[in-house]
């Protein structure tokens, strides 16, 4: 019996495909193990929603993969030297492109967020919307030029502190008008300390989407559209949302 065309590619696609999940079927792979809620140790144990969705994947695709903590400029560099396979999560730059392959479905996206009390009636669209309010950072922080440039012009105050914790603290005790952090950040810090008169506002300030990449002298590439693949079904079908719900509250 003569198969047809397209099912002979499909036959070959598929074998391509079962043969780069078995020749790649020991991955050593590394992320921070201190950026709670995304990657970080409990006890013994690396847990965190960066941690939980590749693990899923790498499972689904019959993937053994060793996951390790380290710093993030040890990964860089290990990547760099081809001493990992694959590290998470990163955010691309012309210059990690250079020695990494980066998935195109993201591990999750770092979007900077207004929390505020529930009671607030506080808006924000755009900086403008700013004036006047006192917003709590943690030191070191980095924002963006416009918040940086609206400050130094004066148009709102900002009140530093060491820890998230201690900024949502003093917001839920009306102290500020707003606390600027990453959603998933601030969620788990809400959920871990059982404030609930804190709720998120809906815009964000900044958006920045960070991947599972592969080192270039690992020679991975096809392993990318396979972990796309299941990283975009785990969001298409509510695995990616129940693996956040474990984590933060909403």
């Known amino acids: 019996?003569?198969?047809?065309?397209?099912?002979?590619?499909?036959?070959?696609?598929?074998?391509?495909?079962?043969?780069?999940?078995?020749?790649?079927?020991?991955?050593?792979?590394?992320?921070?193990g201190s950026f709670p809620p995304f990657s970080f140790m409990e006890g013994e144990m690396l847990v965190g929603i960066d941690?939980?969705?590749?693990k899923l994947a790498a499972r689904r695709l019959n993937i053994n993969m060793d996951i390790v903590a380290m710093p993030f400029s040890r990964m860089l560099v290990q990547m760099k030297e081809g001493e990992?396979?694959?590290?998470?999560?990163?955010?691309?730059?012309?210059?990690?492109?250079?020695?990494?392959?980066?998935?195109?479905?993201?591990?999750?996206?770092s979007s900077l967020m207004f929390f505020q009390r529930r009671d607030s009636n506080t808006k924000y669209n755009s900086i403008d919307d700013l004036k006047g309010l006192t917003i709590g950072l943690v030191r070191g922080h980095k924002v963006s030029e416009d918040f940086d440039a609206a400050l130094d012009n004066g148009w709102f105050t900002v009140e530093k502190v060491n820890e998230h914790e201690q900024n949502f603290r003093k917001l839920s005790f009306g102290r500020l008008d707003l606390v600027l952090v990453n959603r998933?950040?601030?969620?788990?810090?809400?959920?871990?300390?059982?404030?609930?008169?804190?709720?998120?506002?809906?815009?964000?300030?900044?958006?920045?989407?960070?991947?599972?990449t592969?080192?270039?002298?690992?020679?991975?590439?096809?392993?990318?559209?396979?972990?796309?693949?299941?990283?975009?079904?785990?969001?298409?079908?509510g695995t990616f949302k129940k693996i956040v719900g474990k984590y933060i509250a909403e």
């Open 51 to 54: 941690v939980d969705q590749v």
């Open 84 to 109: 990992l396979d694959c590290m998470f999560a990163a955010y691309k730059t012309p210059e990690r492109e250079i020695y990494m392959d980066f998935t195109s479905v993201p591990n999750h996206v």
């Open 184 to 212: 998933h950040v601030g969620g788990y810090i809400l959920k871990k300390t059982n404030i609930a008169n804190i709720q998120t506002l809906p815009v964000a300030l900044t958006k920045q989407p960070a991947y599972l």
């Open 1 to 32: 019996m003569k198969l047809s065309t397209a099912l002979l590619a499909s036959l070959f696609i598929f074998l391509s495909l079962m043969a780069t999940t078995q020749a790649a079927d020991k991955l050593r792979c590394a992320t921070t």
């Open 214 to 237: 592969f080192s270039k002298k690992r020679h991975h590439t096809r392993l990318i559209p396979l972990f796309d693949a299941e990283l975009q079904k785990a969001i298409n079908n």
